[in-house]
């Protein structure tokens, strides 16, 4: 079965600073990777994808993230955070083989310090 | 193009009543999704349908029963509520092509 790890409950970032957000991921075979992003009180929107190719993927808000297939990983970075960036991210996985369902985390808490 | 829609915002139940939470998508998506959200515990499956006239149970399907109505709606139904299904509910949709899901505003439900 597919499982997501993340492992830190709360990412605390200054204003202006890189942001990582991060992901460990079990699945067999070949991976589709996701993050969420989702704001108090709302739904969660998706933000970017990996399911083949170049392993550093763009989304939006100008977040990307990495795949690194022998770390089983994939975490999300953005360069120079903002203080409109704290929410709950959320790392999720599933299998290649036909299966649409997502094996989502426990999310991360990112709060942007001003 | 509304994406997911979801019906009601907020509810409160006492324990033991039933009440259904509504979902409908507008993208023509084959796959629809129940979860639900707890603090700490990420989200967790409900029930998901891969295409209208089909369903299977999720990680936590039981006190839950789903119905694919037709391809737009996927209802959620509680027919005895307990203070344990108190939780934030999301429905999701996904195409056969675009693998992401997208999902609904959420209902929150509180069950006393």
């Known amino acids: 079965a597919q499982s997501v790890a993340q492992p830190e409950d709360q990412v605390n970032v200054a204003e202006g600073n890189p942001l990582t957000v991060k992901c460990t991921y079990s699945v067999s075979g070949n991976p589709y990777l996701f993050w969420y992003v989702q704001y108090p009180n709302r739904g969660l929107q998706f933000l970017l994808k990996y399911i083949t190719g170049d392993n550093l993927v763009k989304g939006s808000y100008g977040f990307e993230a990495e795949f690194n297939k022998s770390q089983t990983s994939f975490h999300l970075k953005k360069p120079s955070a903002l203080v409109s960036d704290s929410a709950l991210y959320f790392c999720a996985v599933r299998d290649h083989y036909g299966n649409n369902r997502l094996a989502f985390g426990k999310g991360n808490q990112v709060v942007v310090i001003p | 193009n509304a994406g997911v829609t979801q019906t009601p915002k907020f509810q409160v139940l006492k324990t033991g009543q039933s009440m259904t939470l509504q979902c409908a998508q507008d993208?023509?998506?084959?796959?629809m999704y129940w979860y639900r959200q707890d603090p700490g515990m990420g989200l967790r499956l409900i029930y998901y349908s891969a295409s209208e006239g089909t369903t299977d149970k999720g990680e936590v399907p039981n006190g839950y029963n789903v119905s694919r109505l037709n391809k737009r709606e996927f209802s959620l139904r509680l027919e005895s509520a307990a203070p344990s299904q108190t939780s934030v509910y999301f429905c999701?949709?996904?195409?056969?092509?675009?693998?992401?899901?997208?999902f609904g505003p959420g209902t929150r439900l509180t069950v006393t």
């Open positions: 993208m023509n998506h084959n796959s």
């Open positions: 999701a949709s996904t195409g056969d092509t675009t693998y992401e899901q997208y």
